[in-house]
């Protein structure tokens, strides 16, 4: 059986922004633009939108 990646949490956002703004995925563009590979995932339960990485345990 495969590893499963697991996610680090690089930055967490309110999801209770302003109208408009999508400040998660700006964060995740800046991170992508730097090489790193970053994607917006809502956490239901703290209501946030969390900036993560996946990595796969060697």
Do not use: K
Not at 13 to 25: I, L, N, T, V
């Amino acid at each position: 059986m495969p590893p499963q990646p697991q996610r680090s949490v690089l930055e967490r956002f309110p999801a209770g922004g302003p109208r408009g703004s999508w400040p998660a995925e700006e964060y995740a563009a800046a991170q992508r633009a730097q090489g790193t590979d970053a994607q917006v995932v809502m956490d239901l339960r703290s209501d946030q939108f969390l900036v993560v990485t996946g990595t796969v345990p060697q």
